[in-house]
T-cell receptor, first 113, second 115 residues
């Protein structure tokens, strides 16, 4: 079965610092991988997705993620955190003929002054 | 509106009541999904439609849960005889075509509280 694991349920960074949110996947076939962001009382918004093209994927709001097959990882990064980045971030996988996204448990990002 | 809409946004039900949650996908989107998000958890898949056909309902937790999309656009998720464990946010998503290649766009969700 396909799955994703997000390390760290809470991450706190200072404004202007590097953001690193970790995601590892488990899949027997090449996966499609996604990062979504969820603001309070809102639905999920797609940040970026990997669909077997370039391994470094650039998304919205300055976020990017690198697909590393050897490490089965798809970590999300942003060089400089902004207060508006504070939200819940979910990594998800969609594989093979599966029609559904399988989400991780989420990482809550806190940005402090 | 251009996005996925859901109604009601909030629903409080007494245990044992039936509820119906509505999803209006983005116009023209073929695929529609329902997910359940418990407090502090990631969304979990419930069911998937391609047009009016329900192609996957493997995530529905019990036979109390029923979803339909009779005309291939609006969808309704119905929960019969609600239980406290049904309390969650129910998210609807739609995508233009095949889910493998197309982005799923999510609605704001319906927060169901069962007392």
């Amino acid at each position: 079965a396909q799955s994703v694991t997000q390390l760290g349920s809470h991450v706190s960074v200072s404004e202007g610092a590097l953001v690193l949110l970790r995601c590892n996947y488990s899949s027997s076939v090449p996966p499609y991988l996604f990062w979504y962001v969820q603001y309070p009382n809102q639905g999920l918004q797609l940040l970026l997705k990997y669909t077997s093209a370039a391994t470094l994927v650039k998304g919205i709001n300055g976020f990017e993620a690198e697909f590393k097959k050897s490490e089965t990882s798809f970590h999300l990064t942003k060089p400089s955190a902004h207060m508006s980045d504070a939200a819940e971030y979910f990594c998800a996988v969609l594989t093979g003929t599966a029609s559904k996204l399988t989400f991780g448990t989420g990482t809550r990002l806190q940005v402090t002054l | 509106g251009a996005g996925v809409s859901q109604s009601p946004r909030y629903k409080v039900a007494k245990r044992g009541q039936d509820v119906a949650l509505r999803c209006d996908p983005i116009s023209g989107h073929v695929s529609l999904f329902w997910y359940q998000q418990a407090l502090g958890q990631g969304p979990e898949f419930l069911t998937y439609f391609q047009n009016e056909a329900q192609l996957d309902k493997s995530g529905l937790p019990s036979d109390r849960f029923f979803a339909e999309r009779p005309e291939g656009s609006v969808s309704t998720l119905k929960i019969q005889r609600t239980q406290q464990e049904d309390s969650a946010v129910y998210l609807c998503a739609s995508s233009l075509g095949a889910p493998r290649s197309d982005t799923q766009y999510f609605g704001p969700g319906t927060r169901l509280t069962v007392l």
